[in-house]
């Protein structure tokens, strides 16, 4: 199953002929393959699947969605803490 939880895409790389990079998702920080998103660049948000960079979303479509999993996890955080 895919959350499909936006990331900030914080290095671009080459490896192996390969179009690399590293995904940052608000501190934990993933290499994942970018050969799927060959347009995009530092700073932009990606959704990744199975280490692929699946597709590109603007800036303020990802943080609506980074805003709802926000609210999601205080939600689950207030509950355990009842």
């Known amino acids: 199953m895919c959350l499909a ?14 179009s690399m990079g590293e995904v940052d998702y608000e501190g934990a920080v993933s290499r994942v393959c ?10 932009q948000y990606t959704v990744v699947h199975a280490g692929f960079a699946l597709s590109i979303l603007d800036e303020e479509e990802a943080e609506k969605t980074l805003d709802l999993w926000r609210e999601l996890l205080d939600k689950i955080e207030e509950t355990r803490s009842r």
């Open 5 to 18: 939880i936006p990331g900030k895409v914080v290095r671009i790389y080459r490896e192996a002929g390969v």
């Open 34 to 43: 970018l050969e799927y998103v060959p347009e995009i660049r530092l700073g």
